[in-house]
């Protein structure tokens, strides 16, 4: 069975819909263990609720970070990566160990608002004020470069007139967990 290791920082609704698609069959995958770099984040939460392994990584010092991860990671021996909202820069080191084997997932049309400060509702604000009439999110792989790396798939959501950056937000997020499980049942199946 391939193994999943997910990083996340936030509330962790993008690892639940990987957990959801394992157990509905979807995902023919396990998930060794989840990595967050905040202390008690929902993701974790979500961790404990279905008996999955997770370690908080907090080093401040990014070489200390990124070798914790990389210790864990040589534990987990993962054949996917997946930052579902994970909102530290990953290393260049770990980056070139686990070549083309990360992905993220982006809540915009890369290019298009990516990159460094382009993370929650930034992102959505931005669109708004654009005056862009569609967004949606991205899954890419990971590379040196912020949100960069080769683009895998993408699912387009409509802006409406009346939204707001949380209602765009909501939307884009429904978007975002159909979007994850079927890149990962993709590239598990390739
Ligand atoms: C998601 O919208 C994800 O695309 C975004 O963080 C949110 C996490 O939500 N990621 C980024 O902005 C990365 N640059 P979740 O914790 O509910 O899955």
């Not at 970070?65 to 864990?72: A, D, L, Y």
């Not at 049309?109 to 009439?133: E, R, S, T």
């Amino acid at each position: 069975m391939k193994k999943l290791v997910v990083f996340a920082s936030g509330s962790g609704s993008n690892f639940q819909a990987i957990i959801d698609g394992i157990e509905k069959k979807e995902i023919n995958a396990q998930i060794s263990g989840l990595i967050t770099d905040r202390q008690e984040s929902g993701a974790a939460a979500r961790a404990k609720k279905h008996q999955i392994p997770f370690v908080e990584i907090q080093e401040k010092n990014p070489d200390q970070f990124s070798n914790k991860i990389i210790e864990q990671l040589n534990d987990w021996n993962p054949d996917l990566i997946i930052l579902a909202g994970f909102l530290r820069k990953v290393s260049d080191s770990i980056v070139h160990r686990y070549q083309n084997m990360i992905i993220n997932i982006h809540p915009s049309l890369l290019p298009k608002y990516g990159g460094k400060g382009f993370h929650g509702l930034n992102v959505h604000k931005a669109v708004i004020d654009a005056g862009d009439l569609e967004s949606g999110c991205t899954v890419h792989f990971v590379n040196e470069e912020y949100d960069r790396g080769e683009i895998i798939m993408q699912k387009r959501v409509d802006v409406r007139e009346n939204d707001t950056p949380t209602t765009l937000a909501a939307r884009v997020l429904k978007a975002e967990h159909k979007l994850l499980p079927t890149v990962i049942n993709k590239l598990l199946k390739d």
